[in-house]
């Protein structure tokens, strides 16, 4: 670390406004590697960046564009997010205000024993006055707002990250609601056929034509179904309720009506991304700058905790009038001013300063460890995504085709059960394949949907609004 306060700064401290023991920030080595593994599918030249691409152009389906804009607005963690700002942003302006004097006007009446001529005497006092203002000659108080407005960016940062997780949740859950809406579809379909099946394999018991294998066979697979439509059943519900926790209230008729009408197959793809660089992800993921910024604090400190080792200077002035007697409180010669200045220098204090330096100097090295924990998840959640789309490309290809090649099978199953070539067991069993797929390439396309989604939100993808800390960092910086 390297001292800011050097003799020469340090004599002219003494005159003027006092040197600062904050170490010299410098940012930590960012532990990830320079490239990732996979690079993104498709994604045309010049594509823009996650961060720059708002999630109205991201999200082109107007009833997730209606539903993410109600959560924006009625989210209860979001509001948490936004009134924390507002709870730092007047505490940094608390800290800012120790710097300055604080002047407060008063008025005093007093009447005691007059030792000299006997009797009472009045005194009246009326002035202004200003008591035990530190002079921050060493940095303190400097170090303290310092710490105060690190705090307040980081917060700002913590509530943009707060708008890009509840961007990503919303657009999820609404995905996995389209998702259980089309698993239901499979499974009311599935089950009127089979049990349309078990109605004519009774029919051909009664009659003698099949066994009684064949009909507890077909209630068994119709049984089955029954569970897997009242499982499907509960878990949509659950996932509606999820949503409607994101929007800060029920999802609209409107939007609930329309689900069942859009299969996730019809969904818009989302638009590819470009990855870049994994060092982008330092500007780009407000909780990366958030913890940076929590590390600029827990730096500040230090320099706060070294300046209690050195005297604190306060001056105590007052101004005003005295007069004994209440007509006579603002005659010529009633006037008259006071300066009192004091040093409080630690001598003993049983090692509280050095071990208020030595939680200073953890504390910075624990925003260290945080700050590299927090680059190294970012970048794991990139890589996560961008390593599984073409897996999952070829999984979704590969599960359709084999889904279309189990249909053929059905059909083929069905003839020649019905002219007596097959048992009854190849008919069943390719009616549980086609059941089966049909509800693992909807999981899959889901999987996709959410793969795309997981990239946008790991890039940074997401944020609604400007930073309105911008100016403010600007003009709190040069009145520094």
């Known amino acids: 670390m390297i001292n800011r306060c050097t003799p020469v700064a340090l004599a002219a401290a003494l005159l003027m406004a006092g040197c600062s023991f904050i170490p010299t920030y410098e940012r930590p080595a960012a532990p990830m590697p320079e490239a990732y593994r996979s690079a993104p599918q498709g994604v045309a030249p010049g594509a823009q960046p996650a ?95 310092e710490q105060a407005l690190a705090q307040y960016l980081a917060t700002e940062e913590g509530m943009r990250a707060t708008q890009i997780s509840l961007v990503a949740a919303v657009a999820n859950a609404w995905y996995t609601l389209l998702a259980n809406e089309e698993l239901l579809a499979i499974s009311r379909r599935t089950l009127e056929t089979r049990e349309a099946s078990v109605a004519l394999t009774k029919l051909r018991f009664d009659a003698g034509a099949s066994s009684e294998l064949d009909y507890r066979l077909a209630i068994t ?191 083929l199953s069905d003839l020649r059960y019905n002219n007596g070539v097959a048992s009854y067991l190849d008919l069943l069993d390719a009616q549980r394949s086609v059941f089966a797929l049909e509800q693992s390439v909807v999981q899959v396309r889901l999987t996709q949907l959410q793969n795309q989604l997981q990239l946008y939100k790991a890039l940074g993808g997401g944020v609604t609004t400007p930073t309105p800390l911008a100016a403010t960092a600007q003009a709190t910086t040069s009145a520094r």
């Open 221 to 411: 697979l119709t049984e089955g179904a029954r569970a897997t439509l009242a499982l499907q059943q509960r878990q949509r519900a659950l996932d509606a309720n999820a949503l409607s926790l994101l929007l800060g209230q029920a999802l609209p008729a409107e939007i609930s009506a329309s689900l069942a009408s859009t299969p996730l197959n019809q969904v818009p793809s989302l638009a590819p991304l470009p990855a870049g660089l994994p060092s982008d992800l330092l500007i780009q993921r407000p909780d990366i700058r958030q913890a940076e910024q929590a590390l600029i604090g827990a730096n500040a400190n230090i320099g706060a905790a070294r300046a209690n080792f050195f005297p604190r200077i306060a001056l105590t002035a007052q101004v005003g009038t005295a007069s004994s007697e209440l007509s006579g409180l603002f005659k010529s010669g009633s006037w008259g001013f006071s300066l009192a200045p004091s040093a409080l220098l630690p001598i003993f204090d049983a090692g509280r300063n050095s071990a208020n330096l030595d939680a200073a100097e953890v504390g910075r090295r624990i925003a260290v460890a945080q700050y590299e924990k927090t680059i190294q998840t970012a970048f794991r959640e990139v890589s996560d995504a961008l390593d599984s789309q073409a897996s999952l490309e070829e999984q979704d290809r590969a599960q359709r085709a084999q889904l279309e090649a189990e249909v053929v099978r059905l059909r």
């Open 51 to 145: 961060a720059a691409l708002p999630w109205q152009q991201f999200f082109t389906d107007p009833r997730l564009q209606q539903l993410i804009g109600l959560a924006l607005a009625n989210n209860r963690d979001l509001q948490v997010a936004v009134l924390n700002i507002e709870q730092a942003r007047a505490q940094y302006r608390i800290t800012r205000a120790d710097q300055f004097p604080t002047i407060s006007g008063g008025a005093t009446a007093s009447r005691a024993p007059d030792t000299v001529n006997g009797g009472y005497a009045n005194v009246f006092n009326v002035g202004l006055q200003t008591t035990a203002w530190e002079l921050d000659f060493f940095g303190r108080v400097g170090a303290l707002k």
